[in-house]
T-cell receptor, first 111, second 118 residues
Framework: QKEVEQDPGPLSVPEGAIVSLNCTYS??????FMWYRQYSRKGPELLMY????GNKEDGRFTAQVDKSSKYISLFIRDSQPSDSATYLC???????????FGAGTRLAVHP | GAGVSQSPSNKVTEKGKDVELRCDPI?????LYWYRQSLGQGLEFLIY????????KSGLPSDRFSAERTGGSVSTLTIQRTQQEDSAVYLC????????????????FGEGSRLTVL
């Protein structure tokens, strides 16, 4: 079993839709969770960062962590074509020396 | 430089040849990481440097893979006797602190080196 599981999609939605992206993780000791966004042929960039459980909001993006179910989510409101990218969830390893990534979900927002 | 620089951006090689991939991290960043990204597989950790030493090289797939970092700056990932399964995008990232991403979980990635082994 992978430490971080993520459905690779692809996910296709119309402009303006609410998008929900999800990951599960296996180690209850994980505390730090991130979402990275990767445009085609580019490196990933940090989008959201959360510590432990709860919600964090930044503009149209909300990151949510539920430690009881080991589930992390990213919600995108009023999705735009410019949101079309691959979204990767990640967690900081137990040794705090590397990030462990999910497979990434490819999102396409069409006008 | 302003960002993480990787070269070459694309490399096509024949099976059995050796390849070298180069990473130039953001100036002053002490930690440097190599990841591999294959289609549908996400980012697979390869090796991590703190300064010039590699405390964690647990992700290197085989002894054909090696990496070094000199002067606390540039790093080279070498793949010997390449195989077709080595075809992937090799991503380098750096961070200011020795903990991955410090307080923010932020690694700064280059655009990657796309390796194709024929």
């Amino acid at each position: 079993q992978k430490e971080v599981e993520q459905d690779p999609g692809p996910l296709s939605v119309p402009e303006g839709a609410i998008v929900s992206l999800n990951c599960t993780y296996s180690n209850s000791a994980f505390q730090y969770f991130m979402w990275y966004r990767q445009y085609s042929r580019k490196g990933p960039e940090l989008l959201m960062y959360t510590y432990s459980s709860g919600n964090k909001e930044d503009g149209r993006f909300t990151a949510q962590v539920d430690k009881s179910s080991k589930y992390i989510s990213l919600f995108i409101r009023d999705s735009q074509p410019s949101d079309s990218a691959t979204y990767l969830c990640a967690t900081l390893s137990g040794g705090y020396n590397k990030l462990i990534f999910g497979a990434g979900t490819r999102l396409a927002v069409h006008p | 430089g302003a960002g993480v620089s990787q070269s070459p951006s694309n490399k096509v090689t024949e099976k059995g040849k050796d390849v070298e991939l180069r990473c130039d991290p953001i100036s002053g960043h002490t930690a440097l990481y190599w990841y591999r990204q294959s289609l549908g597989q996400g980012l697979e950790f390869l090796i991590y440097f703190q300064g010039n030493s590699a405390p964690d090289k647990s992700g290197l797939p085989s002894d054909r893979f090696s990496a070094e970092r000199t002067g606390g700056s540039v790093s080279t990932l070498t793949i010997q006797r390449t195989q077709q399964e080595d075809s992937a995008v090799y991503l380098c990232a750096s961070s200011l602190f020795y903990l991955a991403g410090g307080d923010t979980g932020e690694l700064f990635f280059g655009e990657g080196s796309r390796l194709t082994v024929l």
